[in-house]
């Protein structure tokens, strides 16, 4: 007999509908106890049908021993296409991109501008009326497409959150827009955390036997992921400062597993302990 579905505790859940008619789903989850005088600092983590549980998952157990660690406590904003699939392909096209890409012949992209107003005029606004959250440590996650609009966000819209999370990004979608804003980028204030898997420009060892290798290949060294990463991030060092970019090209993963283990990283980068304990 089959019990009652599982649901995850101290969340809300809602939809939101965007200027534009889209319509997104909004998960909030908040830690238990009293949040620091400024509020909780929050992770807003797009594609969260397939990321958000995995987010609290990983804040539940790490942000219990800070000092073991390296974690503080956060909350964690979840920001999905409406409906049930993990990951909205169209859809992803057109929020995440800034215009279109000569790599992929799409039609319907270029809508970040909007998506990038939905986040901080409805999303901030909706979400700190449900719990106290701290308007100066909001950090963006996303990783692949998702990845590319995060370093989009930073170079156009880098007052909107503190640090910006970009895992495998896709630089190659369009290089060049993200090149001539680099060039004006001088905010002291951004942290960045960027990583990549090592078999993001090759083949991993499970692939290189499946049919239509040669052409997966052939893709894959076109988007030179690993390599226009490290650069991007090394420019991004340069504006920036060492102390708050950080890079990792994590062995053995690809573009689908690095996710996974990214995660751990990019929550110790983005929300230190204090001394002592407590929030940074």
């Given at each position: 007999m089959m019990g009652d579905p599982v649901t995850l505790a101290d969340t809300r859940v809602?939809?939101?509908?965007?200027?534009?008619?889209?319509?997104?789903?909004?998960?909030?989850?908040?830690?238990?106890?009293?949040?620091?005088?400024?509020?909780?600092?929050?992770i807003h983590v797009l594609d969260a049908n397939a990321l958000f549980a995995t987010f609290v998952e990983a804040l539940k157990r790490s942000s219990r021993r800070p000092d073991a660690t390296g974690i503080a406590p956060a909350a964690v904003v979840g920001i999905a296409h409406a409906g049930d699939a993990l990951f909205a392909t169209e859809r992803r096209f057109r929020d995440y991109t800034f215009g279109p890409?000569?790599?992929?012949?799409?039609?319907?992209?270029?809508?970040?501008?909007?998506?990038?107003?939905?986040?901080?005029?409805?999303?901030?606004?909706?979400?700190?009326?449900?719990?106290?959250?701290?308007?100066?440590?909001?950090?963006?996650?996303?990783?692949?497409?998702?990845g590319y609009f995060v370093l989009q966000m930073l170079l156009r819209h880098r007052q909107a959150f503190e640090t910006f999370v970009a895992i495998s990004p896709s630089i190659w979608w369009d290089e060049s827009s993200l090149r001539q804003r680099l060039a004006a980028l001088d905010d002291s204030r951004a942290r960045v955390f960027m990583a990549v898997g090592e078999w993001e420009s090759v083949l991993p060892p499970w692939q290189r036997d499946i049919p239509g290798r040669e052409a997966l290949l052939a893709r894959r060294r076109e988007?030179?992921?690993?390599e226009r990463a490290r650069d991007m991030a090394?420019?991004?060092?340069?504006?920036?400062?060492?102390?708050?970019?950080?890079?990792?090209?994590?062995?053995?993963?690809?573009?689908?597993?690095?996710?996974?283990?990214?995660?751990?990283?990019?929550?110790?980068?983005?929300?230190?302990?204090?001394?002592?304990?407590?929030?940074?």
């Open positions: 809602q939809e939101l509908e965007a200027a534009s008619g889209e319509r997104y789903r909004l998960s909030l989850w908040t830690p238990p106890g009293e949040p620091p005088p400024r509020g909780w600092p929050a890409s000569v790599h992929v012949d799409k039609t319907d992209v270029g809508g970040g501008e909007a998506f990038a107003a939905f986040l901080d005029d409805r999303v901030s606004v909706d979400m700190a009326s449900l719990a106290p959250l701290d308007p100066d440590r909001r950090i963006l996650f996303g990783h692949s497409l998702a988007r030179r992921m690993v090394g420019e991004l060092e340069t504006r920036l400062g060492r102390e708050r970019v950080t890079f990792q090209e994590f062995p053995q993963e690809d573009h689908a597993s690095v996710l996974m283990v990214a995660i751990q990283r990019a929550l110790r980068f983005a929300l230190p302990p204090k001394r002592g304990g407590g929030t940074a």
